[in-house]
């Protein structure tokens, strides 16, 4: 997720405490540096030994202090982990030395198009190796690993054009393995969703695709509005779900 307002807060907060602390640390390193130097004829006294009071201070307040980082950490973790359930569905396939991308419409396309404010979770899965699937505009990066699926999702909040890298030394080409993420508009993506038109496949295996997929989903499958999908065949087969909500499942799985 892209959160341009707060990002600067929270670089001053880290960079002052940083600042707080490496301060503190240091003053009291040479104060006590200082105050406790070697003198001449004085005579050596007998460290303590032991502090019930002070070992339990320091025990119980930095756990405290432990257990409330964890919680918002696990908050954030959720959140990462966890898509919206109305997402829309990207599968992204990673191979040596490629992405592809496919849409819920069946449609399939190197270059990586998405809509603005719109939860998008990526379905990772490798024909090959293992890759990592990296856009830095979000801060996201998952492994993408051979024989199962991983998800990891985003919600773009301004439009654009932005890398995507493979994380993982995958063989000779790795550092070939980039493409781009397009975020656009909704309109703008509809319309370009419709462009690949027709689609990679020739007729009659879009045929058996779009029955696969009808009948992979079963009484699972929801839905399939008109806003999201050039595909019209998916909607009429859909029998008692709710039209006009946002697409849900996607794709028939490769077994
Ligand atoms: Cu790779």
Redesign the pocket.
């Known amino acids: 997720m892209i959160r341009q307002r707060g990002e600067l807060g929270m670089a001053m907060f880290l960079l002052s405490e940083a600042v707080f602390f490496f301060l503190l640390i240091l003053v009291l390193l040479v104060t006590f540096a200082w105050k406790y130097r070697y003198r001449e004829g004085q005579p050596m006294l007998d460290a303590p030994k032991h502090n019930t009071a002070l070992e339990l201070t320091w025990t119980f307040i930095p756990t405290l202090i432990v257990i409330v980082i964890f919680f918002y950490g696990f908050k954030g973790y959720l959140q990462l982990a966890v898509p919206p359930p109305d997402s829309y569905e990207v599968d992204v396939t ?1 191979r040596m ?1 490629s992405y592809s991308f496919r849409y819920p419409n069946g449609e399939q396309s190197n270059e990586l198009h998405i809509p603005i404010n719109t939860p998008v979770v990526f379905v990772l899965s490798s024909d090959d190796v293992l ?1 990592g699937f990296y856009m830095p505009i979000f801060r996201i990066k998952k492994d993408v690993v051979p024989g199962r699926y991983n998800k990891i999702w985003v919600q773009a909040t301004m439009p654009g054009t932005f890398d995507i890298f ?1 994380t ?1 030394y ?1 063989g000779q080409d ?1 550092s070939s ?1 980039r493409n781009h993420v397009v975020v656009q508009s909704r309109a703008d993506f509809i319309e370009w969703l419709g462009k690949l038109g027709g689609g990679s496949l020739p007729p009659v295996e879009r045929g058996k695709y779009l029955w696969v997929l009808a009948r992979q989903s079963g009484g699972e499958w929801k839905i399939v509005s008109d806003c999201w999908s050039s595909d019209l065949t998916l909607t009429t087969m859909e029998s008692d779900a709710p039209q006009g909500a946002a697409i849900r499942t996607s794709q028939p799985r490769k077994s």
């Open positions: 990673a030395w890759h493979c993982q995958c790795h393995m």
